[in-house]
């Protein structure tokens, strides 16, 4: 149980164009999902909090304009980087949990994304 | 503060058992987990730990948690090459609403 899908895996786009990615909640429903970026031999970086029904909630530094998050339904939450440049070329995952409070985090496996 | 340190690196011998190490700070932790990440793919659960137990056992993982120390371990008895990955630790923090801070990850290696 608890399967987090994410598509695409592997992305390579052109400078100037957008990309699409879709986290789904395949066995549960996700009021709240999560949207990491993970840098090489680093750890996570939240960018932002996926509220179903609601604005997301983004960390300091992230730009919400260049990092749209739309949570449309209980299952479905999408990433879209605007205007990709080469400096966002990286692995994005997103998260959901089943429940609240101590409930885990379960990820998707992540999006590779390369900006030529 | 909120912060969750581990050692960046840990090297074993195929059949030996690993340690992972981990520290945070903050003592409003619920729960304590401990996630795997294998090349290219996102981050697997691999078992975790409320904030009020002290060990806890599933097959070959046994989690410790020192509360006082605020430390918490992963100990994978009989490692194999196939738990060459990098062990992210990560605690859940209840500050009115909940927070998960995920630690910078250990990667292990295991020599045959």
């Known amino acids: 149980g608890a399967v987090v899908s994410q598509h695409p895996s592997r992305v390579i786009c052109k400078s100037g164009t957008s990309v699409k990615i879709e986290c789904r909640s395949l066995?549960?429903?996700?009021?709240?999902m999560f949207w990491y970026r993970q840098f090489p031999k680093k750890s996570l970086m939240l960018m932002a909090t996926s509220n179903e029904g609601s604005k997301a909630t983004y960390e300091q530094g992230v730009e919400k304009d260049k990092f749209l998050i739309n949570h449309a339904s209980l299952t479905l939450s999408t990433l879209t980087v605007t205007s990709a440049h080469p400096e966002d070329s990286s692995f994005y995952i997103c998260?959901?949990?089943?429940?609240?409070?101590?409930?885990?985090?379960?990820f998707g496996n992540g999006t590779r994304l390369t900006v030529t | 503060g909120e912060d969750v340190e581990q050692s960046l690196f840990l090297s074993v011998r195929e059949g030996d058992s690993s340690v992972i190490n981990c520290t945070y700070t903050d003592s409003s932790s619920t729960y304590l987990y401990w996630y795997k990440q294998e090349p290219g793919a996102g981050l697997q659960l691999l078992t975790y730990?409320?904030?009020?137990?002290d060990m806890k056992q599933d097959q070959r993982l046994t989690v410790l948690l020192n509360k006082k120390d605020k430390h918490l371990s992963l100990r994978i008895a009989d490692t194999q090459t196939g738990d060459s990955a990098i062990y992210f630790c990560a605690e859940k923090l209840d500050t009115g609403g909940f927070k998960t801070i995920f630690g910078a990850g250990t990667r292990l290696f295991v020599k045959a």
């Open positions: 066995d549960f429903q996700a009021t709240t």
């Open positions: 730990i409320f904030s009020n137990m």
């Open positions: 998260s959901a949990e089943t429940g609240t409070g101590g409930s885990p985090l379960h």
